[in-house]
C-alpha cells in the first residue's frame, strides 16, 4: 500500500497548493483552466478506449453496468457522501462534490492505476505508483485551483479503489491477465470521454452509474474474452 499512501499525499499537497491558487486567479483563468483539463480528459479518454479489443463485450459492459449504477443509484450516494463532507466542514464550496468525483475518476480510471496496484500487488517495488503520484501531485494543482476543496477529498475513494486493486494482486495478481488489463483500460475511457463532456459542460451524464461496468467487463472477459 506503501506506493498508494505516497500517492495520496501527493494529490494533498498539490490540491493545498492549487486551493491557494483558486483565491488568487481571476474567474477566467479559472474558466480557461476547467476548459482545459476537460480537452485533456477527452484526449485521455479517447486514447484509453482504442485499447479494447472487443468493442462487443464493451458495449454489453457498459449499457449492462450502467443500467445497474442507475438502479442503484451510485451517483445519488456519492454525491451525498460529499454534501455530507462538505456540510461537516462547513465549506461553501458550490462545487466540492464536483471536485470530489472528477479528481477520483481521472485519478483512478487509467491503466497505471491497475498496472502499478498490481506491481505493487505482486512484491515489486512501486514503480508506476511513485510515476502516477509526480502526475496527479501536478494534476491535483489545476484540478483544486479550478474546483477547490473536493480534490482533496477524492483520495478516500482513491485509498479504496487503488488499495483494494492491489490487495487483490497480492492474493490474485495472476488473474488479471493483459486481457482483462486492456479491457479495463477501455472501459475507464469510455467513463472518461463522459467526464469530458461533463467538465466542458456540453451535457451532464451520470458517470458514477457506470461504474459497475468495470465489474462486469471482467466478468466477460474472463469467460469470454
Not at 500500500?1 to 491558487?21: C, E, K, Q, R, V
Not at 470530489?100 to 517495488?125: H, K, P
Not at 478516500?156 to 483500460?185: K, R, V
Amino acid at each position: 500500500m506503501t506506493g498508494t499512501l505516497i500517492n495520496a499525499a501527493a494529490i494533498i499537497i498539490g490540491s493545498i497548493i492549487g486551493i491557494g491558487l483558486n483565491s488568487k486567479l481571476p474567474k477566467r483563468f479559472i474558466t480557461i483552466v476547467f476548459q482545459a483539463i476537460g480537452l485533456f480528459t477527452l484526449f485521455i479518454g479517447v486514447f484509453m478506449s482504442l485499447k479494447t479489443n472487443n468493442m462487443f463485450l464493451m458495449v454489453i459492459s457498459i449499457v449492462s453496468g450502467s443500467i445497474i449504477g442507475e438502479w442503484i443509484n451510485i451517483d445519488k450516494y456519492i454525491n451525498r457522501f460529499g454534501e455530507n463532507i462538505k456540510s461537516k466542514f462547513k465549506s461553501n464550496n458550490s462545487r466540492f462534490s464536483e471536485g470530489l468525483v472528477t479528481a477520483f475518476l481521472l485519478y483512478c480510471m487509467g491503466s497505471v492505476t491497475i498496472l502499478g496496484a498490481i506491481e505493487e500487488g505482486l512484491g515489486g517495488t512501486p514503480n508506476l505508483l511513485l510515476a502516477k503520484s509526480v502526475l496527479d501531485g501536478v494534476s491535483s494543482i489545476a484540478l483544486a485551483a479550478a474546483l477547490g476543496y473536493g480534490v482533496v477529498f477524492s483520495i478516500i475513494p482513491l485509498l479504496i479503489y487503488q488499495g483494494g486493486l492491489t490487495l487483490l494482486a497480492t492474493y490474485f495478481g495472476d488473474f488479471f491477465a493483459e486481457s482483462i488489463i486492456n479491457e479495463l483500460t477501455g472501459i475507464g475511457g469510455l467513463m472518461l470521454i463522459g467526464l469530458s463532456i461533463n467538465i466542458l459542460e456540453i451535457k451532464q451524464l451520470k458517470i458514477l452509474n457506470m461504474i459497475p461496468a468495470l465489474i462486469i467487463i471482467i466478468v466477460l472477459v474472463y469467460f469470454f474474452g
